[in-house]
């Protein structure tokens, strides 16, 4: 069964950085597509950034673009999330998961079957 495990969540000051890690137990590469998301308190889960199992394409939410980059090491089976110039708004669980590349609706989270269980970022002012 294909497993996410999730590293890397902690507490940064405003403007600065953290590195999220999605370990996947089966190969991703030309297999996943792989998306973060993140919930606040009290609010919807939201889409954060994906790569694309197949073309390696990327696409990120409005709210993280130039700030935040997916990347994946396909020797590693683990997708990365680089967080920079962190705000105290990006404060959320963040959650990696991960669909057959075929799989359409990129931004989705219905579109997405296998989760993480979660990783806690905290942004102070």
């Known amino acids: 069964q294909m497993q996410l495990v999730e590293s890397g969540g902690g507490l940064a000051q405003a403007g600065g950085s953290l590195r999220l890690s999605c370990a996947a137990s089966?190969?991703?590469?030309?297999?996943?597509?792989v998306a973060w998301f993140r919930q606040a308190p009290g609010k919807e889960r939201d889409f954060v950034a994906t790569i694309h199992g197949s073309s390696s394409d990327t696409y990120y939410g409005d709210s993280v673009k130039g700030r935040f980059t997916i990347s994946r090491d396909n020797t590693k089976n683990t997708v990365y999330l680089q967080m920079n110039r962190l705000k105290p708004e990006d404060t959320a669980v963040y959650y990696c998961?991960?669909?057959?590349?075929?799989?359409?609706?990129?931004?989705?989270?219905?579109?997405?079957?296998?989760w993480g269980q979660g990783a806690q970022v905290t942004v102070s002012s």
């Open positions: 089966e190969r991703t590469a030309n297999t996943y597509t």
């Open positions: 998961a991960a669909a057959p590349w075929w799989r359409s609706g990129w931004t989705e989270s219905s579109t997405y079957t296998v």
